[in-house]
């Protein structure tokens, strides 16, 4: 029986590429990818499809300036092509490399973006005069996901810290939740995971207003695709992807820590502050090396809090960051 032998670029470790949910159902994922890609990759090369194909996205039209401070993130930015065609939406998808391809029914304009629990502006806002209100800026920063893979973006977003000062939360406000949309018409949650739906988040309020932390609407000079999370969500770029909630509908101030979506759904892998940490294993791979899409034939050494630590750790000080991790 004749085998095919991916190239080491298409083949992706547990840790890398399964998503959690179909990690049960992994071979049937497997067998979908291979059928997919096998065919293409013997005529094209290693270059696997979803680094290849892609459609243009909209120029970004807002005003914005570009950082003097997070210019450089010390490691060569992704191409766009891979940083938009390799994603995590499940509501759309399990699969990495098909989401950009279901989104179209999506509808991002207008938006609607709730402000609610304890600030002062509380309120349904239209997402394009909220941001009217607030500088943008363009950033380039380190993004590592708990699978093990990372890439470097210039985003382009408002520093949420600017977000949370006008919107004037009180002082009893010591979290910030997030919701992000689930609309099933639109989505096609091929994963069958419609009923954990919608996606929620949070972050202390430190956390929310520390100067790293971004609610982004931009990559690359472009309006977000909505494939990474159009038309805002957030980046946090010492945690792991899952802490960056995409498509948010509503931003809320409260006092008690909320439940987060993988926490609540799987507490011993996924904690709360989920900070990148090369010393905290996921149950099921190491966390001390990563690779950069589109290839996993170079591993590098995990930074703690991916390198952000000058900007982080302080938060942290005195917290057992393995018991909180
Ligand atoms: N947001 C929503 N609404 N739904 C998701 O499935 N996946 C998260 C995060 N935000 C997810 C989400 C995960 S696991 C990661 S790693 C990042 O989005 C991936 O972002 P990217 O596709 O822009 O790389």
């Not at 159902?25 to 990759?41: E, M």
């Not at 591993?299 to 942290?316: I, S, W």
């Amino acid at each position: 029986m004749n085998r095919i032998h991916l190239p080491a670029s298409w083949h992706l470790p547990d840790g890398a590429a399964t998503p959690e949910p179909i990690y049960v159902d992994r071979r049937r994922f497997l067998r979908g990818s291979l059928a997919a890609t096998g065919a293409s990759l013997i005529a094209l090369g290693t270059t696997p499809a979803w680094a290849r194909e892609g459609k243009p996205d909209g120029k970004y039209t807002r005003p914005f300036t570009k950082s003097g401070k997070y210019r450089d993130a010390g490691r060569p930015i992704s191409k766009e092509i891979h940083a938009t065609r390799f994603n995590n939406f499940y509501e759309f998808t399990t699969n990495k490399t098909e989401v950009w391809k279901l989104v179209d029914n999506f509808q991002i304009k207008p938006w609607q973006i709730e402000i609610g629990g304890l600030a002062k502006k509380s309120g349904k806002y239209d997402l394009d005069d909220l941001l009217k209100k607030l500088p943008q800026e363009e950033r380039v920063y380190r993004f590592r996901c708990v699978e093990t893979w990372a890439m470097t973006v210039p985003w382009i977003g408002v520093p949420f810290r600017k977000l949370v000062e006008w919107a004037e939360p009180s002082s009893k406000a010591k979290y910030v939740r997030f919701e992000t949309a689930w609309r099933p018409d639109e989505m096609p949650d091929m994963s069958g995971w419609g009923k954990n739906f919608p996606y929620f988040e949070a972050l202390r309020i430190d956390e929310a207003t520390n100067d790293l932390t971004m609610l982004t609407t931009g990559m690359y000079g472009k309006v977000l695709p909505k494939q990474n999370g159009a038309p805002c969500r957030i980046i946090t770029p010492w945690k792991y992807g899952y802490k960056s909630p995409k498509s948010i509908v509503r931003i809320e101030f409260v006092e008690k820590r909320p439940d987060t979506f993988w926490n609540l759904l799987q507490p011993r892998k996924y904690g709360f502050y989920s900070n990148v940490n090369p010393n905290v294993p996921h149950p099921r791979w190491s966390q001390a090396k990563e690779w950069r899409i589109p290839s996993e034939d170079k591993r590098y050494d995990t930074q703690m809090f991916n390198g952000y630590g000058e900007q982080v750790a302080a938060m942290y000080k005195g917290m057992d960051l393995v018991k909180n991790h």
